[in-house]
């Protein structure tokens, strides 16, 4: 099993900046894609970032320019900078993994939860 625990959300200030992190452990082998994922009230879950373990980068039209993702493949965590914040991206944030377990089953993993709400 992986558990994924994410940290940084909060309330902002239109204009501000939040750090989201998401750390990943348990029976890992290696992790191909990490990302972030979020959902207001009413809507679908959709895909905010996600970054491959090469560093390959995938962002939401509404998010780029705007928003950082990173990771650190020794720590099996990733990062999420978002810096000028809007109202619009107020939502509950999910950290997503997939990869290999140890046995070399492909794992596909999902944090708690943070919410980022952002005050205009």
């Known amino acids: 099993q992986v558990q994924l625990v994410e940290s940084g959300g909060g309330l902002v200030q239109a204009g501000g900046s939040l750090r989201l992190s998401c750390a990943a452990s348990?029976?890992?082998?290696?992790?191909?894609?990490m990302g972030w994922y979020r959902q207001a009230p009413g809507k679908q879950r959709e895909l905010v970032a996600a970054?491959?373990?090469?560093?390959?980068?995938n962002y939401a039209v509404s998010v780029k320019g705007r928003f950082t993702i990173s990771r650190d493949n020794a720590k099996n965590t990733v990062y999420l900078q978002m810096n000028s914040l809007k109202p619009e991206d107020t939502a509950v944030y999910y950290c997503?993994?997939?990869?290999?377990?140890?046995?070399?089953?492909?794992?596909?993993?999902w944090g708690q939860g943070t919410q980022v709400t952002v005050s205009s």
């Open positions: 970054i491959t373990s090469g560093g390959n980068t």
């Open positions: 348990g029976s890992i082998f290696s992790i191909n894609t």
């Open positions: 997503n993994a997939e990869g290999l377990y140890r046995d070399f089953r492909v794992f596909g993993s």
